[in-house]
Every structure is written in structure tokens, then in C-alpha cells.
């Protein structure tokens, strides 16, 4: 085991003054909406569908909420 190497952490971490949420609100502010990922498939653009009988076996297709985009 060895500490050396790690020197010079002498500076103190700045304080910041605004809060995540509002920075990422001033993100998106200023860079423009970012596109949200669809609930519905968790952004991977497919969704496991079921079939009725239960006996075959559960399959994906595009998600209809987002086009199999995966964003909205
Ligand atoms: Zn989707």
C-alpha cells in the first residue's frame, strides 16, 4: 500500500451558491430542451408485448408512445 503520489490538495472546494435543480433548469435554459426519454419503453424503443394466450413467448415491438425512438 502506498499514499504517496497524492500531494498538492491544498485548494478549498468552491461553495456553490446554486442549487443542482436550478442549475440544470438554467441548462436547459440556455441550451435548449433536451429530449426526454420515453417512459413507456425506458428510451430503448421497444417494448415487451405479451401475447393474450400466455403459452408463446413474450416479444418486443417499436414503442408507440415515442415511434421506437426512445425520446419524446
Ligand atoms: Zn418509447
Not at 504517496?4 to 433548469?25: A, C, E, I, M, T
Not at 403459452?55 to 417499436?62: I, L, M, P, S
Amino acid at each position: 500500500m502506498s499514499t504517496h503520489g497524492d500531494g498538492g490538495k491544498g485548494s478549498n472546494p468552491r461553495p456553490f451558491s446554486v442549487p443542482l435543480g436550478q442549475f440544470n433548469d438554467n441548462f436547459e435554459r440556455i441550451f435548449g430542451k433536451k429530449p426526454k426519454q420515453c417512459f413507456s419503453c425506458h428510451g430503448t424503443g421497444e417494448i415487451i408485448c405479451f401475447q393474450k394466450d400466455g403459452k408463446t413467448e413474450a416479444y418486443r415491438d417499436e414503442c408507440p408512445s415515442c415511434n421506437g425512438k426512445g425520446q419524446i
